[in-house]
């Protein structure tokens, strides 16, 4: 009986246990329960008080519907969140000439100093994070300013409110926002989309006289950007996947200076199309990376080509104007001094390479010339240059350039060079006693080698030219020859083409080495009888020697020429002249090359008399 009355009791001081045990953990859990809606309401009115007792809260509102705590990790997760500019501004701050708009569904605060948010009501934590914010600015002033700031010279009007002097945040993230800036102050307007931007160990601080914002860590993407430009060469600008890192930046901020610091910077871009102000040209680059560090930038795939017709575009000028299109696989930058540029304003580039160019030129040459525009050479264009430049070297490779002329009777000539490269070095507004240098190889027409050695002195308006042209057979040239010519050849091949000389402000002079063999020319005018132009083609045969040299038992004909430049057209017009002068001499010589032939062949006389008498002797 004891045994089961033991048992019983047993029993019923379990039951109690329990009881308690489950009253115990009720009342505990209610008590969290109050105790959490408590201590939302409380942390509610504290980040309220904390915003509000900022001075940012005299121009700006901040709501938000609710919130939620981790106590153990010490998160706030903050919902419906908006920063909107209040419609009177509780104080004036006549200086304040934007504003911004921030909406997000969901904000967290990681690591809040909860009893110091509580009993202070000041917002201290570790990292802020927003969910698929919408942001919009509202840009009145080139040197726009959003808030109330903090007078470093003690002039700031007197408030109870606290001014942001000195904050830290180990950790800024935003994820996926919506961004809208209207800029009035510049007539610019810009829409992004999918942008993360973060931030590590961020620190502002105002220092007497100065501004400090340093971070450790920036990095920035773009999912897509749009944007729209008044009143510059760019209207309409467009590209995706933006990314943008910079380590260890450092800002300081003056009243009239802003002075940069950072480690290492790098940013890349795809799909950037550009239209040009006045709609005529589009722009677009495949891929874009710049890299501070490597001291570089690479591009893939950039064409430069117009929206509208040859005829619209030379519509629009009254003289002779040369229009531009091209395009180039790749184009990359080695050796970029960005620090340079960053704080002084030079461009300091080691080399520039450029591949798989494609590049067409058009002229009109049925309008009139500017009799006003007298282009400079290349060596004063690269002096009127502003900015301080020094480029040590250009290369182009597989590069394919068009010309196209609409001539005086209205027909298109087209002149081809094909596998082209081209070198350029000291590329400089410095005083330099080396001059500008540019190398040439392409194939006229896809048939004859052309080399050509430019040299252009910075200093004054001339230029060196050295040219040679290889073996070809000159039918070969036939549409080219036509298109600017009556004439065309039958027969005839080039053994080799030599020319150099020296072009100054008003004319070139210089000796050019043409030789040829089994020269047959067939001239057509159009318009006249036949006969005529074959009596032409005769004349023009019986005239010209139909190889140089003659014979073999005559010297060369290597000559002089010369050639008066056209004031209103490039350099490379006067190259030309000077090339086709010096062909012609060589053809049908004048009195001075004449006359000089007449001694190179009595030289020659003389020296195969010597020479027989010599063997003579021997024998």
Known sequence: MKEVKQIKRKGRVKRIIFRITVVFFLLLIAGFVFLYYNLNRILTNALTKSFNSNIIS???????????????????????????????????????????????????????????????????????????????????????????????????KKTNKR???????????????????????????????????????????????????????????????????????????????????????????????????????????????IQTADSLFNITIQSFDLSYK???????????KPNVSQAKLQAAHKFQHTDFSGSAGSLNMAGVNFDSLIYKGKIFIDEIMLDKVSASIYKDMTKPVDTKKIPQYPGQSVNAIKSPLLIKQVKATNVTLVNKERKPDGNIATANLDRATLEVKNITTFSSNAELAIKANAYIENKARLNLSLGFNYRDPQFSFDGRIEKFNLPDLNKLISAYTPASINTGTVDEITFSGTAYRTNASGTMKFL??????????????????????????????????????????????????????????????????????????????????????????????EKKKQNKKGG
């Open 58 to 156: 005299d121009v700006y509102e901040l709501k938000f519907d609710k919130l939620s705590v981790n106590f153990f990790a010490g998160n706030v997760s903050v919902y419906n969140v908006e920063l909107n500019q209040l419609e009177n501004s509780l104080s004036s701050y006549p200086y304040i000439n934007s504003s911004l708009r921030l909406r997000t569904h969901k904000m967290i605060l990681k690591n809040v100093q909860l009893s110091t948010l509580i009993k202070s009501n000041i917002l201290k934590l570790d990292k802020i994070e927003i969910i698929e914010p919408e942001v919009e600015f509202n840009i009145q002033d080139k040197l726009p300013v959003f808030f109330p700031v903090k007078d470093t010279a003690g002039q700031s």
């Open 163 to 273: 001014y942001i002097e000195s904050f830290v945040l180990k950790e800024f993230d935003m994820v996926d926002a919506s961004f809208h800036s209207d800029n009035q102050a510049k007539d610019r307007e810009f829409n992004i989309r999918k942008l993360n931007f973060s931030i590590r160990d961020l620190l502002i601080d105002q220092e007497p006289g100065k501004d400090v914002i340093s971070y450790k860590n920036v990095h920035i993407s773009v999912g897509e950007f749009t944007g729209k430009i008044q009143k510059r060469a760019l209207k309409y600008l467009t590209l995706k996947d933006l990314n943008i890192n910079i380590d260890s930046l450092n800002v300081e901020q003056t009243p009239d200076t802003s002075i940069y610091h950072f480690a290492d910077f790098s940013t890349g871009l795809k799909d950037l199309n």
């Open 294 to 304: 490597d001291r570089s930038i690479k591009m893939n795939e950039i064409v430069y």
């Open 516 to 609: 040829y063999h089994d020269l047959d020319v067939d001239i057509d005018l159009e318009g006249k009888a036949k006969w005529k132009s074959s009596l032409l083609a005769f004349g023009a045969n019986t005239i010209i020697p139909a190889a140089n040299p003659p014979s073999a038992d005559k010297p060369q004909r290597i000559v002089k020429f010369s050639a008066e430049r056209d004031m209103n057209k490039a350099f490379i017009n006067l190259i030309i002249k000077s090339a086709l002068n010096g062909l012609k001499e060589t053809l049908i010589m004048s009195k001075e090359n004449k006359k000089e032939y007449r001694e190179k062949k009595k030289e020659l006389k003389k020296e195969k008399k």
